[in-house]
């Protein structure tokens, strides 16, 4: 069983940069596609990006793209989450996602999850 415990976030400014992070507990991390996932007060969870297990293959939420960026590092089980461009649209709580298959835009494909993490983009 793998466990990720998620860090950063936090309130910036609209225009503004975040990274989030998420450490994996359990060396088995590198077989598994990562994705995040932000969801907001009354919505459901939806999309913002993936990566496969060796970070060769990533995949974006329109509303995200060019602004956001998703890698990993294996070796420190890690992966990132590097938001630009922030918008007040970007506030919700994000969440990172550890799926056995391929990487998916789908929730219901991801076997675990980090305790989530506030991203609030307000001047």
């Known amino acids: 069983q793998v466990q990720l415990v998620q860090s950063g976030g936090g309130l910036v400014q609209p225009g503004g940069s975040l990274r989030l992070s998420c450490a994996a507990s359990?060396?088995?991390?590198?077989?598994?596609?990562m994705g995040w996932f932000r969801q907001a007060p009354g919505k459901e969870r939806d999309f913002v990006a993936a990566i496969n297990w060796s970070g060769g293959e990533t995949f974006y939420a329109d509303p995200v793209k060019g602004r956001f960026s998703i890698s990993r590092d294996n070796s420190h089980l890690m992966v990132y989450l590097q938001m630009n461009s922030l918008k007040p649209e970007d506030t919700a709580v994000y969440y990172c996602?550890?799926?056995?298959?391929?990487?998916?835009?789908?929730?219901?494909?991801?076997?675990?999850w980090g305790q989530g993490t506030q991203v609030t983009v307000s001047s």
């Open positions: 359990d060396r088995t991390f590198s077989r598994y596609a």
């Open positions: 996602g550890a799926a056995r298959t391929r990487p998916s835009n789908y929730a219901i494909a991801y076997d675990y």
